[in-house]
């Protein structure tokens, strides 16, 4: 099976934009869809597709991807998108899903 | 609205198997265009998808899990099942139910979540 890359933590100042980006090799060939996990919450899907948001999710949310790279940005960010974001895609097989190792977000 | 809700035992015992529920409240587990997925996630640790099963009968399963993972879906009690045999202390986990669902251009995300259900393996 395939897997999906992402840096562990990042960081950003209250009202700046941050990236989050996810490699892996299916993502030549499948979108991704986003998660944000709050702690001791189920996770939410906030992107999915090439830039789709489901309803009631900020539109300081947005998605994209370029080859083998994922990436969910926010815009504006705020104290509450402080969390942890997951990607998730299929594999290449097309079979199976995988979950992105997951990035901690810290709003300064 | 459509509400996810897992349940079963809180404990399982080293060896055994590992049984779990998910009633689908608010909609069909019976309608189209939905896969219903199991997902879980060891304490501290990131997300695994364990498998799904759509309301026909066809099953994917993670490979590093497929020998010993079963889901089945039972319409009558609008409810799909997770097991998973021979369990140990790496099983534990908080256990998700998911409805995998596509869009009319054939992308596919997991859009609800239970609340999840912590299952220790321990003796």
């Known amino acids: 099976s395939s897997e999906l890359t992402q840096d562990p933590a990042v960081s950003v100042a209250l009202g700046q934009t941050v990236r989050i980006t996810c490699q892996g090799d299916?993502?030549?060939?499948?979108?991704a869809s986003w998660y944000q996990q709050k702690p001791g919450q189920a996770p939410v899907l906030v992107i999915y597709?090439?830039?789709n948001r489901p309803s009631g999710i900020p539109d300081r949310f947005s998605g994209s991807s370029s080859g083998n790279t994922a990436s969910l940005t926010i815009t504006g960010a705020q104290a509450e998108d402080e969390a942890d974001y997951y990607c998730?895609?299929?594999?290449?097989?097309?079979?199976?899903?995988?979950f992105g190792t997951g990035t901690k977000v810290t709003v300064l | 609205q459509v509400q996810l809700q897992e349940s079963g035992p809180g404990l399982v015992k080293p060896s055994e198997t590992l049984s779990l529920t998910c009633t689908v409240s608010?909609?069909?587990?019976?309608?189209?265009?939905?896969?219903w997925s199991w997902i879980r996630q060891p304490p501290g640790k990131g997300l695994e998808w364990i498998g799904y099963?759509?309301?026909?009968?066809?099953?994917k399963y993670n490979p590093s899990l497929k020998s010993r993972v079963t889901i089945s879906v039972d319409t009558s009690k609008n409810q799909f099942s997770l097991k998973l045999s021979s369990v140990t202390a790496a099983d534990t986990a908080v256990y998700y139910c998911?409805?995998?669902?596509?869009?009319?251009?054939?992308?596919?995300?997991?859009?609800?979540w239970g609340r999840g259900t912590l299952v220790t393996v321990s003796s």
């Open positions: 099963m759509s309301y026909s009968g066809s099953t």
């Open positions: 608010g909609g069909s587990v019976s309608s189209g265009h939905y896969y």
């Open positions: 299916s993502l030549r060939n499948y979108y």
């Open positions: 998911a409805r995998l669902s596509v869009d009319t251009t054939m992308v596919w995300y997991f859009d609800l």
């Open positions: 998730n895609s299929r594999d290449n097989s097309g079979d199976h899903y995988v």
């Open positions: 597709g090439k830039n």
